[in-house]
């Protein structure tokens, strides 16, 4: 289905929380110390379960978050939401830091304005709730005042012994109509191949990102780590650096796709991530993408906000089939080597960017 909706995000961060009293900071530590344990042990029951929808794990995970935790009641129910959220990124995912707390506007949470000064309303705990003022800048005061932005959650969370909260605003931008397509393959060898065909299925352009640089920094990180736990028992930063490596890479490569889209005017379409797991049967591979399934689950993420910035359209499809169809003829075929495909009727094609076309070719 394409996402034709108007209605964006866009976060604002680091809002500060002036100067909390000592009684207050204890109050805000215990909460997300009770968050953190309560969505662990929210994920445990997901993955135990199988859940994969909100509506079916709530009543298992809601009355643990409430009765062990004591967390209030929308809080509750944000764990559960960011358990499911957590487990279809990826089966084995897990949470390995501290996560900031979900609050939502209206349901506990909320901004007030007093005497030109803005005061944060923060659930703590049951029914109780603390006032803590605000100190922001110019830019973020604007954000917050302008009537095109609407409040809709928020992010508590600690930085340098420093609070803060992340406000994510909603807006509105109609999507734009399109007159070309481009697909995305994902993959391990090459991080990421599109195209862009035209609804008469004319290939305009096509690009590939090799992941063989990624590949080689990891495996360089790898070995610090090593020699680091060897050491010092701790190989803690060398896997921090490793993941911001990856989320620049990200960065990069999100940019690049939606410039490519603005340009051609494209509807991007991506192949649904759960059959990337599916189509991998090689446990190499498989281990490999269990490792890189973050990475994909991230790249999404980022082209979609981009998109939503730009008005341009995205759609999500099953890509069954599309790395085993010639995107010249339709018949079937395979890959004689990891960059070449031969079907049937001896169409000769680069394996990734005929997996690119097919995937963009289900959007028309």
């Known amino acids: 289905m394409i996402n034709l909706s108007d209605k964006h995000h866009i976060t604002i961060h680091h809002i500060k929380l002036y100067k909390p009293s000592k009684s207050k900071q204890r109050q805000l530590h215990k909460l997300l110390k009770n968050w953190n344990e309560a969505i662990r042990s929210a994920l445990k029951i997901v993955k135990q379960w199988g859940f994969t929808a909100y509506t079916k794990s709530h009543k298992h995970t809601y009355r643990v978050s409430r009765n062990n ?14 358990a499911i959220e957590t487990y279809k990124s990826a089966e084995n995912a897990t949470f390995h830091r501290q996560v900031e ?31 803590c003022p605000l100190a922001f800048g110019k830019y973020q005061l604007n954000k917050i005042e302008n009537p095109k932005y609407k409040l809709k959650t928020a992010k508590l969370y600690k ?20 007159d070309t397509i481009l697909g995305i393959d994902l993959g391990i060898v090459k991080l990421a191949t599109f195209s862009v065909i035209d609804k008469q299925e004319t290939v305009l352009h096509q690009e590939c990102v090799s992941g063989k640089e990624l590949r080689f920094k990891r495996m360089r990180y790898k070995q610090k780590r090593k020699a680091k736990a060897r050491s010092s028992g701790s190989n803690a930063t060398s ?8 989320k620049e890479l990200n960065f990069k490569i999100a940019n690049r796709i939606v410039e490519l889209a603005d340009e051609h005017n494209s509807l991007i379409v991506f192949e649904d991530l759960k059959n990337i797991r599916k189509n991998v049967t090689n446990d190499n591979t498989l ?6 399934s973050w990475a994909f689950y991230q790249l999404k993420q980022l082209i979609k906000h981009k998109a939503d910035l730009k008005g341009i359209p995205y759609q999500d499809i099953n890509a069954k089939d599309t790395s085993t169809t010639c995107c010249v003829c339709g018949k079937k075929g395979h890959r004689l080597s990891q960059n070449r495909f031969l079907c049937d009727n001896l169409h000769l094609q680069n394996a990734d960017y005929n997996a690119s076309i097919n995937i963009a070719k289900k959007a028309i």
């Not at 349901?107 to 603390?130: C, H, M, Q, T, W």
């Not at 281990?287 to 890189?292: L, M, R, V």
Request: with cysteine; charged share 30%.
């Open 69 to 82: 935790f004591n967390l209030p009641s929308q809080v509750a129910i944000e764990a559960n939401r960011k």
């Open 101 to 131: 707390v979900s609050l939502v506007n209206k349901k506990g949470f909320e901004l007030v304005k007093k005497n030109d000064r803005y005061i944060a309303k923060i659930p703590i705990e049951g029914r109780k709730s603390i006032y």
């Open 159 to 178: 930085y340098n012994n420093e609070w803060y909260l992340d406000l994510i605003m909603e807006y509105k931008q109609p999507k734009r109509e399109t």
């Open 239 to 246: 896997l921090i650096t490793e993941n911001r490596l990856c």
């Open 287 to 292: 281990n490999n993408y269990e490792k890189n």
